[in-house]
């Protein structure tokens, strides 16, 4: 069997709301292959992979199960083109020095109604969560998405829906935790809150409000993120080989 094809296999289908034909539950597999047009091409995945695998935690915030932090809040349809402009894709996130050059530009493409999400000068937000509302990571499929925002910091985005896309890329660079609200909270929180993001209790808890929030289940995508990304995750699970 292929190797792609053993990888996707463990790579889950977000449950976004896009068209019921096109929708599946966060805690399924697909068997679809990376080499498709709009899928994470192989070398890329396995570059962006390995690099996150051997990243430094050491300005993370929490466990892999609980991220705190303030958040940054954005509306709907926040699209690629947004958080990482074509212009900076460029950068070769395997590359260390690039990548922190990438996650300097995350969200540089917002409009500026939503604040600047990181500050002149820095190449890090101060934001581990970003909040947002339907459709988000819309656009075009680029895997420079995700790992802009992680790059930056970024730990967590919870949004009321996701594009395929974006959700899949997340997933498979291991990058961030796509997680989905239960309902829209983008209108109850407010940028600079401090939240706190629980995966197993399945909440995010507002501290400067004091409000809770339902999220969904993240499933089988969470183990494959924890690993650090697809590859590593098949690795860790003997699908593929260990590096040598």
């Known amino acids: 069997m292929a190797v792609s094809t053993v990888v996707m296999r463990a790579l889950p289908s977000p449950g976004i709301a896009v068209s019921p034909a096109s929708s599946s539950s966060s805690s399924s597999f697909s068997s679809s292959t990376l080499s498709c047009s709009r899928g994470v091409p192989l070398a890329a995945a396995a570059a962006l992979s390995s690099h996150v695998a051997n990243s430094s935690s050491a300005d993370q915030s929490g466990s892999a199960a609980t991220i705190h932090g303030r958040c940054f809040v954005v509306g709907d349809n926040i699209d690629t083109d947004q958080i990482i402009p074509a212009e900076y894709l460029t950068l070769v996130p395997s590359k260390p020095e690039e990548y922190q050059k990438l996650g300097s530009y995350a969200m540089i493409g917002l409009p500026a109604k939503w604040g600047r999400f990181i500050e002149e000068g820095k190449s890090k937000t101060e934001y581990k969560v970003v909040i ?106 003997g699908m593929i080989p260990a590096a040598a």
């Open 132 to 237: 947002g509302g339907a459709n988000f990571g819309c656009g075009s499929s680029r895997e420079h998405a995700p790992v802009a925002l992680g790059a930056a910091g970024v730990r967590a985005v919870v949004a009321e829906s996701y594009a395929r896309i974006f959700f899949r890329n997340s997933v498979a660079t291991g990058e961030l935790y796509p997680v989905e609200s239960q309902g829209r909270i983008c209108d109850e929180n407010k940028t600079g809150d401090y939240v706190t993001v629980d995966l197993e209790l399945g909440t995010l808890v507002n501290h400067t409000t004091g409000k809770q929030y339902a999220l969904k289940p993240i499933g089988e995508a969470g183990p494959v993120i924890d690993a650090g990304g697809i590859f590593a995750y098949a690795r860790k699970t």
